[in-house]
């Protein structure tokens, strides 16, 4: 998947969860889930459980530690993909 | 250091579903999600142990810098209803739990003594803008301190850090005292240390 691609399927997974309508117009990949969307915390969760299904991967705690951002999610997903 | 949390009980049960498959998982250790199902109330249990790791979270990053979410390196364990410790990476938090049929608000310190001493400011929000609800926690802030120390409001402004760690400013004296501010839903709460 291009990068491109990635983000916008990555918008749709975060949209339900996002408290900043401005952030997510202006979504890039260094948009912060916490600070720039104001997801809260135990949102993020979702998030990642939402990655999870629609990606058919595993994240792993020690990739989820570092999921705080946009480019940090595409990263990993990236990489689990890859390791498929 | 110190550290808050708090979790509006109605909000958070329409936000998450803690009961979906793989939550507990990603967030809670074996040992605290065996306390989460023998608990009376399963949910209360989740959004007790919840705020208890946010704000030890929130201590933690306040005195060592960074960030990170990892709610499994967390280890909360509860000494009594509103009595617990929670270790992060050997460092350890006392904390104190205030349960309402509203929210539910912990508090962390690494110090005893702190804890005892602190005051805490728990309220319902008129809005549930985030934006309005920040500036309204702010104010509050700022009138607060502005109380106890006789400083002017004037001089008095909230900063946020790099890393979004909140302090009062003192523009007279070029002084900043740290805050601890949290909100969820229709409530926040903030500790001027």
Redesign the interface.
Known sequence: MNKEALIVSLKEIVKPYVRNDEGFANLTEETDFLNDLKINSANLVDVILDIETAYDIIIDNESMEKMLTVKAAMDIITSKLSEK | MTGNDIVDIKV?GK??NWK????LE??FTQKERICITEAIDSKQMVWTL?SMK?SAYKAYTRQFGG???????INCTLLSNCKGSVTISEVSYETTTLITENYIYSVASNSKTIIEHLVSHCFLYKNDD?KIQQLEIYQKIINRYAAVTGKQTKYLAVVKNVN?IPSVHCKSEKSTIPVSISH?GHYGAFIIN
């Open positions: 958070a936000e998450s979906r498959k793989g939550f990603k967030i919840w946010e960030r990170f979410f990892a709610p499994q390196k985030y979004g969820h």
